[in-house]
């Protein structure tokens, strides 16, 4: 059955495109294997307070705020005639070469500044990777049956869920038996082979009607050339003493065709000059007015305020568990699994049996959930766990499997929206503002987080005031509640009306 499949799959969308897209979902989800040591190389040796480690994670996870960007530039602005496989490259490049330069110079992985700048580089790369593919596979599937289009997407999802389990459990495993800089050399094997795949990949250039019909015209004008120049006719000429006007006719001849060339390629670049701005006018036009519309902005208003009303206490959490748990990084990196697993769980429960429920409720239960959870690290921080006989592992085990199972149930009826609420011809910019703004809010939600740490004053070896800020966090996580009129009051988890 699975060998059927992957034939049909093969045979639909053909092999290197198939590789290049598991191979660019896989890799980020195994991104968790080479951030692990990130983390601790901002708390070990650069001896980075929690508020500071998560301000520069923010700062470096901003590219990922701005991916509508990449996809107008790919869309409205070839290289070389092709809008995917170059920026495609040139993202594989960007992702690449940080990875190389912390590997092998100390210095650099020593400096917050120049470590800061490196990472925000990789991201660039990684998320304008995630957007060319994304429209690499809108592109593939407009013209496949709808079967092939979720088969797709299932596919892309499963590998980057692999990718991740993949990775939280060798990054955890490496950080046990690897320098900090081997684990960024080894990680830098996936980008090398991305790089080498784009070597495969088959992308029609744009106007290739146009280049084949100014091919054959130049083939012509060619054939005149040689005519003229093998003699063919010259005899009588040379007979009536006419060589040197036919000569000088042809000199005159190729001048006037070289002065129409470069008339042609001069207008050709004006034309192409034009193209791109008129498209880029376009598509952000259309952009604006497709996101104003009621429909769209109020529940993306609503998306946002959710995540930046949030302290994000995720770093501050990670030092707690390590200085003062005493967790082992392998350990860590299996709680990442059992999240995954929460998340591959949450999307299988959400579309089985959530869908068709009202989208305010569906909402409303979700952050009461993660408001359950922040209960839960009050549990954990406060030390009342140990009084019943639970150890610290299994709570952060199962409280890492339901927040990110709980946080799917947020995430997915948005996916949904966007997918369907996308106007035709600019699906994919749109869908990577949706994204965008769900990544920007996370990132401001850090900010806050990362102030709220500093106020209190919570340290590497202080962390007093952890409860109280996991309290603001709990008080924080119930106030979107209350922007719920944002939501269309009959829409559903599948529909909106």
């Known amino acids: 059955m699975a060998i059927g499949w992957v034939k049909e799959m093969r045979a639909a969308f053909g092999a290197s495109f198939l590789w290049i897209v598991s191979l660019i979902y896989f ?19 650069l001896k980075l307070s929690p508020s500071a480690s998560q301000f520069l994670v923010s700062v470096a996870y901003f590219p990922w705020s701005i991916k509508p960007i990449y996809g107008i530039l790919s869309d409205c602005i070839p290289i070389r005639r092709r809008k995917r496989v170059p920026y495609l490259i040139i993202a594989t490049v960007l992702s690449l070469i940080p990875w190389l330069v912390l590997g092998l110079t100390a210095s650099f992985r020593r400096s ?82 991305q790089l080498l795949s784009c070597a495969f990949i088959q992308e029609v250039p744009e106007g290739l009607q146009k280049a084949s019909h100014d091919n054959r015209h130049k083939q012509m004008e060619n054939q005149v050339d040689e005519s003229f120049d093998s003699g063919s006719g010259l005899t009588e000429t040379f007979k009536s003493g006419g060589i040197r006007r036919r000569s000088s006719r042809h000199r005159n001849a190729k001048r006037k065709t070289t002065s129409m060339k470069a008339e042609n390629l001069e207008k050709q670049h004006s034309s192409l000059f034009t193209r791109s701005y008129l498209s ?37 959490m990670f030092y707690y568990q390590t200085e003062v748990l005493h967790l082992e990084s392998s350990f860590l990196g299996t709680a990442r699994v059992v999240g995954w697993i929460g998340l591959m769980v949450g999307t299988y429960t959400y579309n089985h049996y959530f869908r068709h429920k009202k989208l305010r409720n569906i ?72 994204m965008s703004i769900h990544n920007l809010g996370s990132t401001l939600g850090s900010f806050l987080g990362a102030a709220l740490a500093s106020a209190l004053k919570i340290s590497s ?25 944002l939501i269309p009051k009959e829409a559903t988890g599948i529909t909106s009306s």
């Open 280 to 316: 880029l006018k376009l598509a952000f036009l259309s952009l604006c007015g497709a996101f104003k519309q009621p429909i769209i902005l109020r529940p993306m208003a609503w998306f946002f305020l959710s995540h930046i009303t949030i302290p994000n206490l995720s770093t501050v």
């Open 112 to 193: 917050s500044n120049i470590l800061t700048a490196l990472l925000v580089v990789q991201n660039l790369g990684s998320a304008m990777a995630d957007v060319v593919v994304d429209a690499m596979i809108a592109e593939a599937i407009r013209t496949m049956p709808s079967g092939f289009a979720g088969d797709l997407q299932s596919l892309s999802w499963s590998l980057m869920a692999l990718g991740g389990i993949c990775g939280s459990l060798l990054g955890g495993y490496a950080l046990a038996n690897f320098k900090i800089n081997m684990i960024f050399l080894l990680f830098s094997i996936l980008p090398t082979i």
């Open 461 to 485: 070896d202080h962390f007093d005031n952890l409860l109280f800020g996991i309290i603001v966090q709990l008080l924080a996580t119930l106030l979107p509640i209350g922007f719920l009129f």
């Open 27 to 45: 890799t980020q989800g195994f991104r968790s294997f080479v951030w692990t040591a990130v983390s601790y190389q901002l708390k070990d040796i």
């Open 363 to 434: 909402l409303m239960f979700a952050h009461i959930g993660l408001a359950i959870m922040s209960l839960l690290d009050i549990v954990l921080v406060s030390r009342l766990h140990v009084q019943f006989g639970i150890p610290d592992k299994y709570m952060v085990l199962w409280g890492s499997a339901l927040h990110d199972t709980i946080k799917q149930f947020k995430l997915m009826p948005f996916l949904i929206l966007s997918g369907q609420l996308c106007p035709p011809g600019i699906e994919g910019t749109l869908f990577a503002l949706f």
